[in-house]
Nanobody, 121 residues
Framework: QVQLVESGGGLVQAGGSLRLSCAVS????????MGWFRQAPGKEREFVAA????????NYADSVKGRFTISRDSARNTVYLQMNSLKPEDTAVYYC??????????????WGQGTQVTVSS
């Protein structure tokens, strides 16, 4: 019932910034927790950031704390991931995710198609 469409990926040099967007449709935006995962070549998909359905709480992987910021815009039914001070190790396919209820959890109910982020050294 939920469709997620990511955008904003691309190539950037180390130290640069990107902002990813995830447009949500098919369910009331305020009824789902949102977040981001990423998967680098040859590695498992890993958690990046999450925000509760109310937007009142956020959570980040240790590797991105202080550099990435997740936010949500109810008027646009969109969640964002602002990525600053990017490092080559941030290179991955980034996936938007959503879950019914308060928190995202470790196994989201819905996934986007992914958007490639490549950080050059």
């Amino acid at each position: 019932q939920v469709q997620l469409v990511e955008s904003g990926g691309g190539l950037v040099q180390a130290g640069g910034s990107l902002r990813l967007s995830c447009a949500v449709s098919g369910r009331t935006f305020s009824s789902v927790a949102m977040g981001w995962f990423r998967q680098a070549p040859g590695k498992e998909r890993e958690f990046v950031a999450a925000i509760t359905r109310s937007g009142g709480s956020t959570n980040y992987a240790d590797s991105v704390k202080g550099r990435f910021t997740i936010s949500r815009d109810s008027a646009r039914n969109t969640v964002y991931l602002q990525m600053n001070s990017l490092k080559p190790e941030d290179t991955a396919v980034y996936y938007c995710a959503a879950s019914r209820g308060y928190g995202l959890g470790s196994t989201p109910d819905y996934w986007g198609q992914g958007t490639q982020v490549t950080v050059s050294s």
